[in-house]
């Protein structure tokens, strides 16, 4: 908590007039244009990985970055609170991109993978539920995540589940379908702090370096949304 608070005055002393510029602007409202689906994981930190400011991502962080499906008229099969970010990014903000985005030696991926009994957390070992499909995936996958240590695997296999989730909501179809919204997996290695994201064409997460960064810059423009 100390690191918290010194971190506040250190803020309030190091941040120059570009930054109260931006904030001020901020204040006004929010226009960023992309959902950004993440663990709670202290190690996941997309702002410093994806190189991103205040206002860039609308971001939804929980435990294992599980979405819960949604039923045929829209309502969440789980509680509201992640369909509520996502009605209010994809309906509201009008994001064009969505990104689900995993990591390796996730505690949730590993407790899934332990059976998801996990003693003294009720609510834990139910919100786990939600990536029963990528563990059941987990036995017959013979192309995503096939090398990894199985946590890993099922990791990458639970953002590719957590993306159908997405696609169950009708709002979320709408939005496909009328204005080109993307949905993106992408997987974060702690060990090398790299990214990497799901190429439908190679059915595999590919790192993203230089080569693979400007291919899937190409790649958007061909897939523009339309607003
Ligand atoms: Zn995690």
């Given at each position: ?109 590993k407790a899934l993978?332990?059976g998801r009994d ?50 169950s909501y009708p ?57």
């Open positions: 908590m100390k690191k918290l608070i010194n971190g506040i005055l250190e803020f309030r002393q190091k941040a120059g007039p570009e930054v109260r510029e931006t904030f001020t602007r901020l204040a006004l409202g929010q226009s960023p244009d992309c959902l950004f689906i993440a663990c709670s994981d202290s190690r996941v930190v997309p702002n410093l990985f994806a190189s991103t400011y205040p206002g860039d991502l609308f971001v939804l962080r929980n435990v294992g970055n599980l979405m819960p499906p949604s039923d045929t008229a829209g309502r969440s099969l789980g509680d509201e609170s992640e369909a509520s970010a996502v009605e209010f990014a994809v309906a509201t903000l009008n994001v064009k991109d969505v990104v689900v985005c995993g990591h390796s030696e996730c505690g949730a991926m993978l332990g996990i003693d003294g957390a009720p609510n834990l070992s139910s919100w786990l539920r939600h990536g029963d499909g990528a563990r059941a995936r987990l036995e017959r996958e013979e192309t995503v995540g096939v090398g990894l240590a199985k946590h890993n695997q099922l990791s990458q296999l639970s953002v590719l589940e957590q993306i159908e989730h997405l696609r709002l979320v179809q709408k939005a496909i379908a009328e204005r080109g919204l993307r949905l993106h997996g992408w997987w974060f290695d702690i060990a090398t702090a790299a990214v990497h994201h799901y190429e439908p064409d190679e059915r595999r997460f590919v790192l993203i370096d230089e080569t693979e960064g400007a291919r899937y810059l190409a790649a958007l423009d061909d897939r523009s949304p339309s607003t």
